[in-house]
């Protein structure tokens, strides 16, 4: 509704008002003429003009607008500055074609009038639908036929089955199916395989969040009944307390609120025991408030279950109808969607859906808890959470669709709020939701940013910087990109595959990645290859995997158990902020709720963990507790600092190699306990790489604060585990008890079922944290080893490298475990910050095999090869090696005889033996 004569309303009345009061201070005595006068003034009053604009989304060749005024009024228009002419209007919409002379995207409308009253004119629109027939050039028949052989290709190896949706200005360009909708009965191949079709219904998994959750929060908005700026506490909602009042719903969109990942509320032996432990969704609704934070609202992002399990039950208490009632009313039903659904068995066959494990949630036997599902999933949702805690429907799993609803969904999204003669949205709600979010611009609000380097692995980095999109754990993508006006639905029932070894046995297949699917649609868009690397990122995989059921209780879980080494003392505390129990609360708030603590230290990086390597700590404060640096004036804890204390403790997250320098931190305060007579408790924690260790002995000369101790480069041993080695090897006479971990076993970090909390600022995935031991080398370089970038210690380079011969070279080399590929970026911090970098992406595509030395002394050697005129090596690449590693790279030796010089031996083993903790 556009209230156009409100300026002309006020100006003649300002002039009105003007008029009278010059005329009554000089009026006649005559005063019948003087109202005489006015009057006439009054009722002829002159007609004003009006121009104004109005902005419609419709492609080439097609739109029709609708005008209605509240009264009668001739209007002249023009389309994209082409005169239409004149027009009169009423309060009976008057239909227009423009299709003459629409052009594809955003088209202006531009009217003007004139008035002597106040009128509101109303505009709308058709809106684009997508049609069967493709008549566009961007795709041809032989591009596609290469699409569809590529995938053919997958499901011949073994892929169970896909369909894949293609949407360009409004056509479907391709649509087909492929492989099986079920190929099992539980573990064993069926007799009665259902063949995927194209209306083939799938388990959406977290496509639910966008296109359930997401779009329901925005049709209230629409309807003014929130604002997603809001506090939940601004609503009548079961979310009114303490905790929740502080968090906005954009918090929730972007996983920003607090909020941990998951809870296994569907399991009795959860963290917090029998009173969190429902299988009734109204139970579970009411006990996500009282789930604590795991982190300061607004400080970081964790992709969160929980937090869009809340915005669904902040939909049913806004609205009054239930999560699923509320889409299908306001979404599903106005756009004539038909296979959008929660309960899909309710309306459809289980042979119309694609099924997911083979074994229920059980990873082919392999989990168990009471209840839990064994046979094969085929209409019943799969997500844990959204399955017995919620009873099928959730606000983050649960919904089921196919890839033609998906495709309407998006491309009302692209038509900035509609689709044909169906309005959902304005246009400046739907650039709200879909831009990225300045509370972290991974995500846009409810959905993925694209372009964000961290989702390159799931939708490639050819897509534009205005696309957005949404994956799911089941094997589900939906891409979107505005600036292509490009639809791409990829679904595939992945999870519907054998598990060994800690995978589904479709991981490194191409179409489950989508990336690879997705980049090879652009490349037929563009009309031109790409070199671009895809990069890997598992968030999807970790975000919703189900913990196994003996979970690793930490050191610091059990501190109870231990309460009587510190009942009576003062208690000092060695930790940041990223220590953090299994339950997602920090070391620090577990210590501060039941000890005495009189002092904390700080390590490198600072107490909140976010200083950068080598940066000076200070020392600080926590309200009345001292916060001791240990990484400033000493390393050390001084006798003064300890005088305060009776006990010290250590829980920090370690990344098990010689240059981190926690380990340093905790050797030299157990000195310092030593000496000053004070007890030491080590919070155990698991190594990255389990007991496997690499690398060389130090020689004495290089022996540092990032080298000592005879410690090979990976030292293969817990943290608390280390604390015993070196006090017993070097008699350190420390008074040390290390509270040992619980259901550890040596592994590999990503099998332990805990979440990775990076514990410094360029440590913030775990691919970083199994590729630093090597690629820390390169610090000791003039290379950027990827520092101030998404991927540190995931990406090397420089402004002198050739990108593409380098990733050539290290891939002739076949490195177990790792695939090189080229790559540009600009670190907007430490070497080479704000200038274009080009060099290699390391992708992890066998986490149980790669050896960080090897790649790191590899990647090395290549780059001296190659470019050895325009490296330079300081002192601290030596420190780091352990030897004279800059010479022995100057000189002739051969790739295979440098590597052998870090080769490890039996007898580091043998040293560390007495010292393993766990089976």
Request: net charge negative; charged share 20%.
């Amino acid at each position: 509704m556009l209230k156009s004569a409100t300026l002309y309303r006020i100006t003649l009345t300002a002039l009105l008002a003007l008029f009278i009061l010059a005329f009554t201070s000089c009026k006649s005595k005559n005063d019948d003429l003087y109202l005489e006068s006015v009057t006439q003034i009054i009722e002829a009053p002159l007609p004003v003009s009006f121009t104004d604009t109005h902005t419609f989304y419709h492609y080439k060749n097609g739109g029709t607008l609708f005008l209605s005024a509240t009264q009668e009024i001739d209007i002249n228009l023009s389309v994209n500055n082409v005169s239409l002419g004149n027009y009169t209007i009423d309060n009976n919409p008057l239909a227009i074609d423009v299709s003459t002379y629409t052009i594809d995207g955003i088209n202006t409308l531009l009217y003007s009038y004139e008035t002597i009253s106040e009128i509101d004119i109303t505009i709308s629109q058709d809106y684009p639908v997508l049609a069967d027939n493709y008549i566009g050039t961007a795709f041809t028949d032989a591009e596609l036929s290469s699409l569809t052989s590529y995938i053919e290709s997958e499901i011949d190896d073994g892929f169970p089955g896909a369909v894949l949706l293609i949407a360009h200005k409004g056509q479907i360009a391709y649509l087909e199916s492929f492989g099986y909708a079920k190929m099992y009965d539980g573990l064993d191949l069926s007799n009665d395989m259902n063949i995927m079709e194209d209306d083939t219904l799938f388990d959406l998994a977290s496509l639910t969040k966008s296109f359930s959750t997401t779009l329901g929060i925005m049709t209230l908005e629409q309807s003014g009944s929130i604002n997603s700026s809001d506090t939940i506490g601004t609503y009548e909602t079961n979310y009114n307390t303490s905790t929740l009042d502080n968090i906005t719903i954009n918090h929730f969109l972007t996983h920003t609120s607090g909020y941990n990942a998951s809870f296994r509320f569907f399991d009795p032996d959860n963290t917090y025991g029998e009173d969190f432990y429902s299988l009734s969704r109204i139970k579970t609704l009411e006990l996500l408030s009282e789930l604590p934070l795991s982190y300061a609202t607004g400080s970081k992002s964790v992709y969160s279950d929980l937090g869009y399990m809340i915005l669904g039950g902040l939909i049913e208490d806004v609205s009054g109808q239930s999560l699923d009632q509320y889409v299908k009313e306001h979404v599903y039903d106005q756009l004539g969607l038909t296979h959008t659904l929660y309960k899909p068995l309710t309306a459809y066959d289980a042979e119309d859906i694609a099924a997911t494990e083979r074994a229920g949630n059980t990873r082919d036997l392999l989990y168990e808890w009471p209840g839990i599902r064994t046979y094969t999933l085929q209409g019943e949702v799969h997500d844990e959470l959204a399955y017995y805690s919620m009873n099928e429907i959730s606000g983050n799993a649960g919904l089921f669709s196919n890839a033609m609803d998906l495709a309407v969904l998006s491309q009302t999204l692209l038509n900035l709020g509609g689709y044909g003669d169906t309005k959902l949205f304005d246009s400046a709600l739907v650039t709200k939701y879909t831009t990225p979010s300045n509370l972290y611009n991974r995500y846009t609000l409810g959905f993925d940013y694209a372009s964000h380097p961290n989702n390159y692995s799931r939708y490639g980095m050819l897509v534009s910087d205005t696309a957005y999109g949404k994956t799911g754990w089941t094997g589900t993508c939906v891409l979107i990109d505005p600036t292509y006006d490009l639809t791409v639905v990829l679904l595939t029932n992945k999870r519907h595959a054998s598990y060994e070894s800690g995978f589904f046995d479709t991981y490194e297949m191409q179409i489950g990645r989508y990336s690879p699917i997705i980049t090879k649609v652009y490349e037929l868009l563009l009309d031109e290859p790409s070199y671009q690397s895809v990069v890997t990122d598992n968030t999807d995989q970790a975000e919703i995997e189900v913990i196994p059921t003996n979970t690793v209780t930490l050191g610091i879980d059990r501190l109870g158990e231990y309460m009587d080494l510190f009942d009576t003392k003062k208690v000092g505390l060695i930790t940041n902020m990223s220590a953090q129990d299994t339950y997602g609360r920090s070391t620090v708030d577990v210590f501060l709720e039941s000890l005495n603590v009189t002092a904390l230290f700080a390590p490198e990086h600072g107490f909140e963990s976010t200083l950068s390597a080598g940066e000076i700590v200070d020392d600080e404060r926590l309200e009345d507790i001292p916060i001791y640096s240990l990484y400033g004036n000493t390393i050390k804890p001084t006798s003064s600092m300890l005088g305060s204390i009776d006990l010290l403790a250590f829980d920090l997250q370690d990344v098990g190699t010689r240059y981190y320098t926690y380990i340093y931190t905790m050797i030299e305060s157990m000195k310092a306990c030593a000496d000053n007579n004070i007890p030491f408790v080590v919070f155990d924690r698991p190594n990255i790489y389990g007991k496997q260790a690499y690398g060389n002995e130090i020689e004495p000369e290089y022996e540092s604060f990032v080298g000592d101790y005879g410690l090979r480069n990976v030292y293969g041993l817990t943290i608390g585990e280390l604390a015993n080695y070196i006090n017993d090897t070097y008699r350190l006479d420390c008074d040390l008890t290390v509270i040992p971990m619980t259901n550890y076993v040596y592994q590999n970090y990503v099998n332990t079922g805990l979440e990775f909390i990076g514990p410094s600022p360029n440590m913030n995935t775990i691919e970083a944290a199994l590729l630093y031991p090597g690629i820390c080398l390169i610090e000791g370089t003039n290379i950027s080893e990827g520092r101030g970038t998404t991927y540190p210690f995931q990406m090397i380079g420089a402004p002198f490298i050739n990108p593409y011969v380098l990733a050539d070279r290290l891939n002739q080399l076949e490195i177990s475990g790792v695939h090189f590929k080229p790559i540009s970026f600009f670190p907007s911090d430490s070497k080479e910050a704000d200038r274009l970098c080009f060099g290699v992406f390391i992708e992890i595509t066998d986490i149980y095999t790669i050896d960080p030395i090897e790649i790191g002394i590899s990647l090395l050697y290549t780059l001296q090869n190659l470019y050895g005129s325009d490296i330079t090596y300081t002192e601290h690449l030596n420190a780091l090696a352990g030897l004279d590693l800059t010479g022995l790279l100057e000189s002739d030796i051969e790739l295979d005889e440098l590597q052998t010089l870090f080769d490890i031996d039996d007898a580091y083993y043998e040293s560390l033996e007495p010292y393993y903790l766990y089976d």
